[in-house]
């Protein structure tokens, strides 16, 4: 089946130890997104890519930064996680940019 | 700041029952809007999207959009326990690629 997979699915990482986060679709959709969400709050649009066009939003921390090598893969670099990164991190895709997002499972991630 | 706004809830309604979720926003120029539903610990899953004032039906959903009053709502008839989940309301923004989402609205459907 064609899907969007995001892995790890939980993720426990050190104080400022950066991390990677990894999304791969095979939906071939031309849209990636991540976002950011923390308990009880609304996802938080960090980054999206049109193809390789990288759209960075503007209150996105600079500790963020996205990198998507081809059309089916895209990661989440966190430089230096502080406690406050904590949160589900969650990854989509959509066609066209206009339709509905597909989402991965998702990465909780825990900074200790 | 363009914004989408829900009311957190809980919503509870009996089962069996049809329970309404609004979503008011504020991008006048937005042309896509979706409901997700989001079990609690899962990524949102898509159930709903609707582009044109009025309403679109599918099976149990309903959702109903009026651009002049920046109103989408979803109706969902005879609920189910199952259905008991966060409901998050998401508007493309005008001249990109993308959706702003609310804080979604917790439904409860009591057995």
């Known amino acids: 089946d064609a899907m969007v997979i995001q892995n790890p699915r939980y993720q426990v990482t050190q104080f400022g130890k950066p991390v990677t986060l990894s999304c791969s679709q095979t939906l071939n959709h031309n849209v990636m997104y991540w976002y950011q969400q923390k308990s009880s709050q609304a996802p938080k649009l960090l980054f999206h890519?049109?193809?390789?066009?990288?759209?960075n939003e503007a209150d996105t921390p600079d500790n963020f930064q996205s990198r998507r090598p081809n059309t089916s893969f895209c990661f989440l670099d966190i430089r230096s996680p502080g406690l406050g990164d904590a949160a589900m991190y969650l990854c989509a895709t959509s066609r066209t940019g206009k339709d509905g997002y597909t989402f991965g499972s998702g990465t909780r991630l825990t900074v200790v | 700041q363009k914004e989408v706004e829900q009311n957190s809830g809980p919503l509870s309604v009996p089962e069996g029952a049809i329970a309404s979720l609004n979503c008011t926003y504020s991008d006048r120029g937005s042309q896509s809007f979706f409901w997700y539903r989001q079990y609690s610990g899962k990524s949102p899953e898509l159930i709903m999207s609707?582009?044109?004032?009025g309403d679109k039906e599918d099976g149990r959903f309903t959702a109903q959009l009026n651009k002049a009053s920046q109103y989408v709502s979803l109706l969902i008839r005879d609920s189910q326990p199952s259905d008991s989940a966060t409901y998050l309301c998401a508007v493309g923004l005008s001249g990109t690629y993308k959706y702003i989402f609310g804080t979604g609205t917790r439904l409860k459907v009591l057995a």
């Open positions: 609707i582009y044109s004032n």
């Open positions: 890519y049109y193809d390789k066009d990288f759209n």
